[in-house]
Each structure stands twice: as structure tokens, then as C-alpha cells.
């Protein structure tokens, strides 16, 4: 589809990518990552030592060297999924690794190039069907943004620039989005979800959101929320004092642990750091981990998908639950990795790309190398624990 020039994301001056400026929703979020000073990584900070153990930086070597291993010469480990390719660079982005540069500067270089390449005139980023097109466009979005936020390349700039546009332009009169790349309107919080860490990327990386496209969306995630028992659009008042979650679609008989965690990335990364839901729905993702937590077996505990969000809505919250439940979930990815030498899988979890990607990814996020991870609300954990 053409390009809308009302809706681009606002920049200053050409070359338009390669600039930066402060956005409103940047201003909200207490600034860029770029103007908030380094990361404060776990090995520089003797308060965040816990965050991380040998057998867990283990893991992750581990990890990282098997995704090396099975990457194959055209980088998308031969998957269709944009999306896929995407979380497989992360991993690595996660970790401080560059396209280009160092250890395994190769890998993700090779495969960001997988994804940049396929970009549609449109700025559409999914090659696998109509039906994946907004899961897989806001994924590797998020992604891009992230890589851009950390190289400047030349090369994502305006690939990263059409995709956002993109975004922008398929936003429904609801403030959601389909996963056909269409402005028809929201169908679930999982699309949202890929949306909200798309547009926050953006910002992130030194793009300009449009004020009303946050303020939609905001509103709409909320819907999805819903109390025990009751009708969701009853009082706020009233829905305080009960239980209650997000849900895949607003009925609260569809309520996942993803769509709990997600529902709290959402107003995270909207900068809703006080809004009533997210301890809720902490307490939901905590309860859960815990019950994991003291199961044997060899998988990870959670799909794949569930894990990319709990993670990041523990981190992104920060304080006890971070404290309490990252250790719990942290030592069950290591205790479940591949590990029988001479095994093809050796290194891996479950010998998926996504699900070792995930887990190298959440290894990896003490290290706070990501844009979306060096600022934002872990104050709250510095504060509490500082001695």
C-alpha cells in the first residue's frame, strides 16, 4: 500500500532515519535511552549481582553457540516467519552482539539482512500469509527498532522508518489492530501487544509517535482486561475490589498467563506505570511462576510465547516480584537446556529456534544491552534494594 504522508512518523530533517529527536511519548517515559546515560548491567552493579549466576551466563553461551550452529548461509534458519528470524537476532542484540562485529557479529548480521531484505514496498515485514502479516510485521519491527537503537545502520533506517509508518496506518478506529495489515480494527490483546513493543521500540531508537496513536491504543488494551465476575464494563470501582486479569478478547473465560503478562507490557511500554491492572496481573504471573517453579520436567515450564512476556513484565515492573520471581525463572530455563554431548540440539531448548531464542533472550536481559531494557521502570528496584 502507498505510503500516507500524514501518517509517516515524524522526523526533523532528511536524511529522515538518521536523525533523532524526543517524542511525546518519550518525554512521558522520563527520555530516551540515548540521553539516560549506559546501561547498568548486573556485572557493573554489585546490587544486581543476584540477577545472574555462572550456570545461567553458561546457559547462554551455550545457547547463543547453538543458534550459530543451525543459522544455515541464508540467516533465517530456514524459517518463513520474519517473526521467527527476528526473535533469533534478538537473542544476540540481547546480549551486546553487533551485526558486523566481534564474536558473532556474522550471525546477526546475516540475519537482520534476512529481514531487511524481504521488506515490502509497503513496509509490510511478513512473507509467510495475510493471516501472520501485523504478528510478524510488529515483532521484527520491534526488533529493527532495537537493532537501529543500538547501531544507527543505514541499512534498517528506512526499512524501519516504512514499517512504523505501517503500524501507524493499519491502527483501527479502536485503537487496535488485525492480523491482516488493514485498518479494520482490534482482534486481540496478542496483536496489540506486538503494536505497543513496536511503537515503544521506535521511540527508543529516536522516532516521533503521534500523541493520538498511543492514546488509542491505550484505551484499547485496557478492554481486554476483565474482572472475575461482573461485566468488564462495569465501574473501575467496583472492578478494584475482585480478582481479575487480561484476556485474549475481553471475556474473562479466555484468560492466558501471555495475555496477563502481555496486558502489563502494553501499559509499560505506554508509559501506565501506575495504572491499577498491572499489579493484578502481577500477582496472576508471580502465583503462576511459583507453581512452575516446584514442577520437575524437562521443558522450560511455559511456551515460548508466554516466556517473552512474563519475563519482560517482571522486568519492566521491577522491585519484588522482579526480586522474587526472575531467579525462579531463570533457574528453570537453565536446569531444562539441551545437554547430552553429541546431541544435535546440544545447547538448545526443545531444538526450536523460537523457544531457544526466548530463553537466550531472557538470560541475556540483566545485561540491559537492549534500548527498550536501559531505562523505564526499574527505578523502583534500585530504590528498594540500594544499600
Given at each position: ?309 512474563v519475563a519482560q513484565a517482571l522486568y519492566q515492573v521491577g522491585g519484588e516480584p522482579w526480586r522474587r520471581s526472575y531467579p525462579l525463572l531463570r533457574d528453570r530455563i537453565v536446569r531444562t537446556q539441551v545437554m547430552a554431548q553429541g546431541n544435535a540440539q ?42
Open positions: 500500500m502507498p505510503a500516507d504522508p500524514a501518517l509517516r512518523i515524524m522526523r526533523m530533517s532528511a536524511p529522515l532515519y538518521a536523525l533523532k529527536r524526543l517524542s511525546w511519548l518519550a518525554v512521558c517515559l522520563g527520555g530516551l535511552a540515548a540521553c539516560c546515560g549506559p546501561a547498568v548491567r548486573a556485572e557493573d552493579d554489585p546490587r544486581f549481582l543476584w540477577e545472574v549466576t555462572p550456570e545461567a551466563e553458561q546457559a547462554l553461551s551455550r545457547g547463543l553457540d547453538y543458534l550459530a550452529r543451525s543459522q544455515g548461509p541464508n540467516g533465517n534458519w530456514n524459517a518463513q516467519d520474519l517473526g521467527l528470524v527476528s526473535m533469533g537476532a534478538l537473542a544476540y542484540l540481547s546480549d551486546g552482539h553487533a551485526p558486523g562485529r566481534g564474536m558473532y557479529g556474522t550471525v546477526v548480521e546475516k540475519a537482520i539482512d534476512a529481514v531487511v531484505s524481504k521488506a515490502k514496498p509497503s513496509g509490510l515485514l511478513n512473507i509467510n500469509g495475510q493471516g501472520r502479516d501485523m504478528y510478524n510485521h510488529g515483532l521484527s519491527t520491534f526488533v529493527l527498532g532495537q537493532a537501529y537503537g543500538m547501531t544507527n545502520d543505514e541499512r534498517v533506517g528506512p526499512v524501519l522508518d516504512r514499517a512504523l509508518s505501517l503500524i501507524i496506518k493499519c491502527q483501527g478506529p479502536d485503537g487496535g489492530w488485525d492480523y491482516a495489515a488493514h485498518p479494520v480494527g482490534g482482534h486481540d490483546l496478542s496483536l496489540a501487544v506486538m503494536q505497543a513493543k513496536a511503537l515503544r521500540s521506535a521511540v527508543d531508537s529516536g522516532f516521533d509517535v503521534p500523541p493520538a496513536v498511543i492514546d488509542l491504543a491505550i484505551k484499547h488494551v485496557r478492554r481486554y482486561y476483565a474482572p472475575a465476575e461482573g461485566d468488564r464494563n462495569m465501574p473501575e470501582d467496583a472492578q478494584k475490589k475482585m480478582p481479575g486479569q487480561f484476556t485474549y478478547d475481553g471475556n474473562y473465560g479466555r484468560k492466558t498467563l501471555a495475555m496477563a503478562a502481555a496486558g502489563v507490557v502494553c501499559l509499560q511500554e505506554f508509559a501506565q506505570y501506575d495504572d491499577w491492572r498491572i499489579p493484578k496481573n502481577i500477582e496472576v504471573i508471580e502465583a503462576a511462576i511459583q507453581e512452575m517453579a516446584g514442577k520437575q520436567g524437562a521443558d522450560p515450564g511455559m511456551d515460548a510465547y508466554t516466556m517473552y512476556y546440544f545447547g538448545s531448548w526443545q531444538g526450536d529456534l523460537y523457544m531457544t531464542s526466548v530463553c537466550c533472550f531472557v538470560l541475556a536481559i540483566p545485561n540491559r544491552y537492549l534500548p527498550i531494557l536501559q531505562e523505564g521502570k526499574i527505578d523502583s528496584l534500585r530504590d528498594q534494594f540500594e544499600r
